[in-house]
């Protein structure tokens, strides 16, 4: 088979690594990908913007599937424009994708199927959350409604720093028109962990659960970015807590969203927080997380294609998942200044080093290849170092035995990964 993946990052790198040991691969292609990518899979010039120019270029490559990574074309409805041109995709539609490219309405959602959350006041203008902030205690989170790459979240911890955060958002645009409109939520207070499925709009199978780190610095300090690492291991959700979450927030979502005509076929993410009165739904992605993705798909032991052929197919409940019993830990690279400014072009050293490592493997996020064919960074989250042991004490010490062989100027990592 032909597959192609759309993406660039650190996700479609550990996405396309693991369609490469498919024996149904016959040829692998990601559109556009990175330097790191390259070497599994041939790379393809996209604009990520243009969903007709990404359907013509999988009929030119003939592929026989194709898988999304990122959500901005899934929000776009990129599977409503390959179903046109009879492209197999593994990609919700875009009203299912809502649930990620809103943030509002995926609350809304929530809230009319009974699914337990935070408290929420939706706001339209900075003098309405200004108004309505008076209604919560500190800290406060405010979400921008729309995308913003992961970082649209802030948590505001006093009075001034939730102005300072409205104005930012909606007054100064930070993030464009995702912060035209905000929503304004009590801070849940518990353990945090991403659990996702892979579902063909009425059955599904969990995901091995992850847990990963927003904050850029150690002790979850500093500013939101797109995630700074992750580790998932067996057991990181026991059984009660799983079950309480299908009855819960699973089911009820996959029914909610049939009832409402918008079945969901791909994979859902569902954030959580783990607080004293149960899990609750931070937020739902529309597809896999970053860097989630890489510290999963080392433990997944099943073909991915044949997973994506039965979600594609209605038949994701037939088909059996094996994970492996080992833990993984990623530990992602960062430029210096990320999630703020920060400079590309840094040169990378130590990658064989690194990924000579027992059980290490190394994927890019934000990479090229400079003129004299040597890695570059060329983003703000450049790799994504992934180690695989018995224990998740064992992949911990490998994942960082990996970091400190890599080298480039301004590198920034946390030193609290899986801790």
């Known amino acids: 088979m032909k597959i192609l993946v759309i993406g660039s ?18 040829e692998l292609f990601c559109a556009p990908g990175n330097a790191g990518i390259s070497q599994v899979a041939t790379c393809l010039k996209a604009n990520l913007n243009d969903l007709d120019s990404l359907a013509a270029l999988a009929e030119q490559h003939r592929i026989d599937l194709t898988f999304v990574g990122p959500e901005a074309p899934l929000v776009a409805g990129i599977a409503e ?5 009879n492209l197999r995709i593994v990609a919700p539609s875009p ?13 809304e959602f929530m809230a009319r199927h009974g699914i337990p959350t935070a408290r929420f006041t939706i706001c339209d203008s900075a003098e309405a959350a200004l108004r309505a902030a008076q209604d919560y205690q500190f800290p406060i989170v405010v979400k921008a409604d729309g995308l913003a790459a992961g970082k649209g979240v802030r948590l505001a911890d006093s009075q001034q720093e939730f102005a300072e955060t409205i104005k930012a ?23 945090e962990a991403s659990l996702m499925i892979f579902t063909d709009g009425r059955d599904y199978k969990i995901i091995a659960p992850a847990q990963d780190y927003k904050r850029a610095n150690d002790n979850d300090e500093g500013l939101n970015t797109g995630g700074m690492g992750s580790f998932s291991l067996p057991g990181l959700l026991d059984e009660a807590t799983i079950a309480e979450c299908e009855r819960h927030i699973i089911k009820p979502t996959l029914a909610g969203l049939l009832a409402e005509a918008n079945p969901f076929c791909g994979v859902l993410y569902i954030g959580l927080m783990l607080t004293k009165d149960g899990a609750k739904v931070i937020e739902y992605n529309a597809r896999f ?14 073909d991915l294609i044949e997973i994506c052929e039965a979600i594609i197919d209605k038949r994701i409940g037939e088909i059996d998942i094996k994970w492996s019993n080992d833990a ?8 210096g200044g990320y999630p703020g400014d920060f400079e590309k072009g840094k040169v990378i050293t130590g990658l064989a080093e690194a990924q000579a490592v027992e059980g290490v493997t190394v994927f890019h996020a934000g990479t090229a ?15 994504g170092v992934t180690a695989r042991a018995a224990t998740l004490q064992e992949a911990r010490a490998r994942a960082y035995e990996a970091t400190r062989k890599i080298h480039f100027e301004r590198i920034h990592y946390r030193k609290d990964i899986a801790v």
């Not at 396309?16 to 024996?23: E, G, I, N, V």
């Not at 958002?169 to 353990?191: H, I, K, S, T």
């Not at 290849?369 to 790799?383: C, I």
Request: hydrophobic share 40%; proline share 2%.
């Open 9 to 26: 990052g650190g996700r479609e790198h550990a996405i396309c690594w693991k369609f490469a040991q498919s024996p149904h691969t016959t």
């Open 81 to 85: 424009v390959f179903a046109k041109h």
């Open 95 to 107: 009203k299912a994708a809502q649930l990620e490219g809103s943030k509002i309405f995926s609350k």
């Open 169 to 191: 958002m909606m007054v100064d645009r930070v993030f464009g028109d995702a912060g035209r409109r905000v929503l304004l939520e009590e801070c849940l207070v518990g353990r």
């Open 289 to 302: 997380g970053d860097p989630e993705t890489q510290s999963i798909m080392v433990r997944l032991d099943s």
């Open 328 to 335: 993984s830990v990623c530990i992602v690279a960062a430029s």
């Open 369 to 383: 290849f400079n003129d004299n064919a040597e890695f570059v960074t060329s983003g703000g989250r450049v790799l």
